[in-house]
């Protein structure tokens, strides 16, 4: 009996739970992680890929260097000729772009924004910055570029690794070692497997915005030696704001609602800035509240959400540098302030009018578009060069300098053979653009349209996918019209 019955768990059992287990992995893999992915829930394969073009993107798209931070390019530069207050904002990756697909969502564009909207427009912001700057490169940066901008206010954004003066390596990184044949076979399945077993992180997501280990990189800097030498730079940066005689406040930029951490990172070096009379405003208690309110309109508008619901608040999945819903939070909170304390620099507000949709910022920045008297035109670059997630197509994204009301977009191009319009809007009651696409355009031969006037949200992006029946250059080039 013993051995007819092992013989027959052997014959049937055995294999049907290996095979229920490769099904669980087949469908986890190519099903249900694919549909988080989708909804900005899941940092799997396809965010990976994507991520890597983004930051040759991003590369691309501002011309600033570790000897030259300035965020510059063709379409944002400093104004040849001053026409009010210019604040100059420091900061790092923050400000550099890592991980932020429209440009308009980072935080000293959220400013700008904020101030145009507040009636503020004739106030110039600029931002220098870098991946990895800390708070010492950034003080020898602002030396440099104060001669050269000569900035009325200079604004510092201060995140948990600032503190750093290169003299503790940072250990904290994950190890991911999967079998090669996982990876090939089931390459979402393989991360998952990697991030919950062989890395630091253990949230479903898979990126956590912050080191919840007590003895992370991040509080290895608030002591010792490396805490000695930022001591010294926070002196730096009060004496050359005194010398200089240009104002200057420090903000703090939170990513977590762990109050714990924030009060860690950024409590312990508050002293340091109020004995050297240097103002620092720490955004870490309003972000809850704040937090709290929001929530409820972005589980309406992505229910899943439910399952991370702080995903909002990344760049995405991949990426965990603010997203332009977080970044809108700081530019409030830095407005209420300067409007506080500041108003002899930011001079009297005049009602603000909503002016033409301009354009200012393309992802990728070598669509090559160019304005014209009813819209602008463009090159649609070969889809293999392009971004895809979330909706796993290539598309090109089209950032409006200021958000804009639409009537209608249409596109026409000589040689368009499909195309697929989106747009993504300002949420009236949250006043940040959480990324969810609208697609809904019809297309009659060579054109397409998309109609919005029954659209009170103010459009923020357009999302084209294009396309062509050639492809030499000439043929990728379409001419977009938007009637407001």
Same mark, same amino acid.
């Given at each position: 009996? &013993?051995?007819?019955?092992?013989?027959?768990?052997?014959?049937?059992?055995?294999?049907?739970?290996?095979?229920?287990?490769?099904?669980?992995?087949?469908?986890?893999?190519?099903?249900?992680?694919?549909?988080?992915?989708?909804?900005?829930?899941?940092?799997?394969?396809?965010?990976?890929?994507?991520?890597?073009?983004?930051?040759?993107?991003?590369?691309?798209?501002?011309?600033?260097?570790?000897?030259?931070?300035?965020?510059?390019?063709?379409? +944002?530069?400093?104004?040849?000729?001053?026409?009010?207050? =210019?604040?100059?904002?420091?900061?790092?990756?923050?400000?550099?772009?890592?991980?932020?697909?429209?440009?308009?969502?980072?935080?000293?564009?959220?400013?700008? =924004?904020?101030?145009?909207?507040?009636?503020?427009?004739?106030?110039?912001?600029?931002?220098?910055?870098?991946?990895?700057?800390?708070?010492?490169?950034?003080?020898?940066?602002?030396?440099?570029?104060?001669?050269?901008?000569?900035?009325?206010?200079?604004?510092?954004?201060?995140?948990?690794?600032?503190?750093? &003066? &290169?003299? +503790?390596?940072?250990?904290?990184?994950?190890?991911?070692?999967?079998?090669?044949?996982?990876?090939?076979?089931?390459?979402?399945?393989?991360?998952?497997?990697?991030?919950?077993?062989?890395?630091?992180?253990?949230?479903?997501?898979?990126?956590?915005?912050?080191?919840?280990?007590?003895?992370?990189?991040?509080? $290895?800097?608030?002591? %010792?030696?490396?805490?000695?030498?930022?001591?010294? !730079?926070?002196?730096?940066?009060?004496?050359?704001?005194?010398?200089?005689?240009?104002?200057?406040?420090?903000?703090?930029?939170?990513?977590?609602?762990?109050?714990?951490?924030?009060?860690?990172?950024? %409590?312990?070096?508050?002293?340091?800035?109020?004995?050297?009379?240097?103002?620092?405003?720490?955004?870490?208690?309003?972000?809850?509240?704040?937090?709290?309110?929001?929530?409820?309109?972005?589980?309406?508008?992505?229910?899943?959400?439910?399952?991370?619901? !702080?995903?909002?608040?990344?760049? $995405?999945?991949?990426?965990?540098?603010?997203?332009?819903?977080?970044?809108?939070?700081?530019?409030?909170?830095?407005?209420?302030?300067?409007?506080?304390?500041?108003?002899?620099?930011?001079?009297?507000?005049?009602?603000?009018?909503?002016?033409?949709?301009?354009?200012?910022?393309?992802?990728?920045?070598?669509?090559?578009?160019?304005?014209?008297?009813?819209?602008?035109?463009?090159?649609?670059?070969?889809?293999?060069?392009?971004?895809?997630?979330?909706?796993?197509?290539?598309?090109?994204?089209?950032?409006?300098?200021?958000?804009?009301?639409?009537?209608?977009?249409?596109?026409?191009?000589?040689?368009?053979?499909?195309?697929?319009?989106?747009?993504?809007?300002?949420?009236?009651?949250?006043?940040?653009?959480?990324?969810?696409?609208?697609?809904?355009?019809?297309?009659?031969?060579?054109?397409? !349209?998309?109609?919005?006037?029954?659209?009170?949200?103010?459009?923020?992006?357009?999302?084209?996918?294009?396309?062509?029946?050639?492809?030499?250059?000439?043929?990728?080039?379409?001419? +977009?019209?938007?009637?407001?």
């Amino acid at each position: 009996m &013993e051995s007819g019955g092992r013989s027959i768990v052997e014959r049937f059992f055995l294999p049907a739970t290996v095979l229920a287990i490769l099904l669980t992995a087949f469908v986890l893999d190519r099903l249900v992680f694919p549909l988080l992915e989708d909804k900005k829930l899941y940092w799997g394969s396809a965010w990976s890929a994507d991520e890597k073009t983004l930051f040759k993107l991003s590369c691309l798209r501002n011309w600033a260097s570790t000897e030259d931070p300035l965020f510059r390019n063709h379409f +944002i530069q400093p104004l040849k000729e001053r026409q009010g207050p =210019r604040i100059l904002v420091m900061g790092d990756s923050y400000v550099w772009g890592d991980g932020i697909r429209n440009l308009n969502d980072l935080w000293w564009r959220q400013l700008s =924004r904020e101030l145009v909207s507040r009636g503020y427009g004739h106030v110039e912001v600029l931002a220098a910055g870098y991946p990895g700057y800390s708070t010492n490169l950034e003080v020898k940066a602002a030396r440099k570029l104060a001669t050269t901008l000569k900035p009325d206010l200079i604004i510092w954004g201060f995140t948990d690794n600032d503190a750093d &003066e &290169e003299v +503790i390596i940072n250990y904290n990184k994950s190890k991911q070692g999967s079998i090669w044949l996982l990876k090939k076979l089931l390459p979402n399945l393989s991360l998952f497997i990697d991030r919950q077993v062989l890395s630091k992180w253990h949230g479903f997501s898979s990126l956590d915005t912050t080191d919840k280990a007590s003895d992370c990189w991040q509080f $290895s800097l608030l002591s %010792g030696k490396n805490f000695s030498l930022f001591t010294n !730079t926070v002196k730096n940066m009060g004496t050359f704001l005194q010398q200089s005689k240009v104002p200057g406040v420090v903000f703090t930029l939170p990513k977590t609602l762990d109050t714990s951490y924030s009060a860690r990172c950024f %409590g312990t070096v508050r002293p340091l800035f109020e004995q050297n009379k240097v103002p620092f405003v720490d955004l870490t208690d309003a972000l809850k509240p704040w937090y709290d309110k929001a929530l409820p309109t972005v589980l309406t508008m992505s229910p899943l959400s439910v399952i991370k619901p !702080t995903s909002f608040l990344l760049a $995405s999945p991949a990426n965990s540098h603010p997203s332009g819903a977080l970044n809108y939070y700081y530019a409030v909170q830095a407005v209420d302030y300067l409007e506080r304390h500041h108003p002899e620099i930011l001079g009297k507000p005049a009602p603000y009018k909503a002016g033409r949709a301009i354009l200012n910022d393309a992802m990728p920045i070598f669509a090559s578009f160019v304005t014209t008297s009813q819209g602008f035109d463009l090159d649609y670059p070969d889809a293999s060069l392009l971004l895809r997630m979330p909706g796993r197509e290539p598309y090109v994204q089209l950032n409006l300098a200021m958000p804009a009301k639409i009537k209608k977009i249409t596109v026409t191009g000589s040689a368009l053979k499909k195309g697929k319009l989106g747009i993504s809007t300002i949420t009236p009651t949250l006043g940040f653009d959480t990324g969810n696409v609208t697609y809904g355009a019809k297309q009659s031969g060579n054109t397409i !349209t998309m109609d919005l006037y029954n659209t009170s949200e103010l459009v923020n992006s357009i999302y084209l996918t294009a396309s062509f029946t050639s492809y030499n250059k000439d043929a990728r080039h379409l001419s +977009i019209r938007l009637d407001q």
